[in-house]
Each structure stands twice: as structure tokens, then as C-alpha cells.
């Protein structure tokens, strides 16, 4: 696999180390994985992997229906 060279501001390469570290992968992992999901993406991939995290929390409506305007409520 060839080799890149980038270029990153000190604290956010120190934040990507610890998000790396945290998330127990390796900031080129982390790094490869985000260009992979940006430049390779499906026209319809995004929504798959929406969906796939939605599904994943299990929140239930039991019923509910908003109006779009009462997302704008505060």
C-alpha cells in the first residue's frame, strides 16, 4: 500500500491521536477509513448507513407524528 504525507495543525493531530486512541484504532486507520467513506460513497450509500445507525439506537415513536413546523419550536 503506498505511503502518503499530509499535513496537520499540532492539536488537531494531538485530538485525532486521542479520538484514535479512544476509539481503539490508529489515527492512519482513522484517517484511511474517513477518505474511503468520502471518495467511494454510493449514490445512496449515505442513506443505508443512516438508516443502519437508526436502527441501531432502537428509539421507537410509539405512535408519534410531528408537523415540520414543531421542529422549529423552542
Not at 494531538?14 to 474511503?36: E, F, M
Not at 448507513?49 to 405512535?63: N, P, T
Amino acid at each position: 500500500m503506498p505511503n502518503i504525507t499530509i499535513s496537520l495543525d499540532e492539536d488537531l493531530l494531538r485530538q485525532g491521536r486521542l479520538y484514535a486512541q479512544k476509539h481503539r484504532t490508529t489515527l492512519n486507520a482513522l484517517i484511511r477509513d474517513q477518505l474511503k467513506k468520502t471518495v467511494m460513497r454510493e449514490n445512496n450509500e449515505w442513506l443505508d448507513e443512516i438508516f443502519s445507525l437508526v436502527d441501531k439506537l432502537g428509539a421507537r415513536s410509539k405512535g408519534a407524528r410531528w408537523k415540520r413546523e414543531d421542529i422549529y419550536d423552542v
